[in-house]
T-cell receptor, first 113, second 113 residues
Framework: GENVEQHPSTLSVQEGDSAVIKCTYS??????FPWYKQELGKRPQLIID?????GEKKDQRIAVTLNKTAKHFSLHITETQPEDSAVYFC????????????FGIGTKLQVIP | NAGVTQTPKFRVLKTGQSMTLLCAQD?????MYWYRQDPGMGLRLIHY???????AKGEVPDGYNVSRLKKQNFLLGLESAAPSQTSVYFC????????????FGSGTRLTVV
């Protein structure tokens, strides 16, 4: 089955610095890669996603890049703010009759004011 | 438009007791899922449904049962609760089409003593 590895498990950055979270996946047929943000005590929420036919996608301060050859994708947050502090999950979708989704284990990001 | 609603939000059970968690969505989503979230283990799929009247096992189905009698509702049952089922449970739904992200419920924190 699909395996998704996510690094690092924890990340601390100073406010204003950039943060990068990386994920690798095992199944080359995976075609959709969303990222979820989960604030403490709240539900995961989709923040950005990328399809396999796209190399990069940006939305204000966040961006996701995809390298299909290397089977890895990354979340980039620029000019970090304290409200970016949360757990971030990556996921990889494997197409089929049921969209098989595998989540990464999560990265706890702390932005230090 | 409430999205995905889970009830209850908190529950304490004694070992051996039973309970049902309710998930309701008003987005006309075909796919619904139950996940459990434990520290250091990310999100693990318990059961899922690809449409009304259908259910299937996920990664960690033992000790749980589900039903999807109506498209908008997905019930998760614990017949005989065990301390190992202490967790935060999230319901999610999606359109089921390619590149469809999840909408999560707010979660149920269950403690089994």
């Amino acid at each position: 089955g699909e395996n998704v590895e996510q690094h690092p498990s924890t990340l601390s950055v100073q406010e204003g610095d950039s943060a990068v979270i990386k994920c690798t996946y095992s199944d080359s047929a995976s075609n959709y890669f969303p990222w979820y943000k989960q604030e403490l005590g709240k539900r995961p929420q989709l923040i950005i996603d990328i399809r396999s036919n796209v190399g990069e996608k940006k939305d204000q301060r966040i961006a996701v890049t995809l390298n299909k050859t290397a089977k890895h994708f990354s979340l980039h947050i620029t000019e970090t703010q304290p409200e970016d502090s949360a757990v971030y999950f990556c996921a990889a979708y494997f197409p089929g009759g049921y969209q098989k989704v595998t989540f990464g284990i999560g990265t706890k990001l702390q932005v230090i004011p | 438009n409430a999205g995905v609603t889970q009830t209850p939000k908190f529950r304490v059970l004694k070992t051996g007791q039973s309970m049902t968690l309710l998930c309701a969505q008003d987005m006309n989503h075909e796919y619904m899922y139950w996940y459990r979230q434990d520290p250091g283990m990310g999100l693990r799929l318990i059961h899922y449904s690809v449409g009304e009247g259908t259910t299937a096992k996920g990664e960690v189905p033992d000790g749980y049962n589900v039903s999807r009698l109506k498209k908008q509702n997905f019930l998760l049952g614990l017949e005989s609760a065990a301390p190992s089922q202490t967790s935060v449970y999230f319901c999610a739904s999606s359109l089921g089409t390619e590149a469809a992200g999840y909408t999560f419920g707010s979660g149920t924190r269950l403690t089994v003593v």
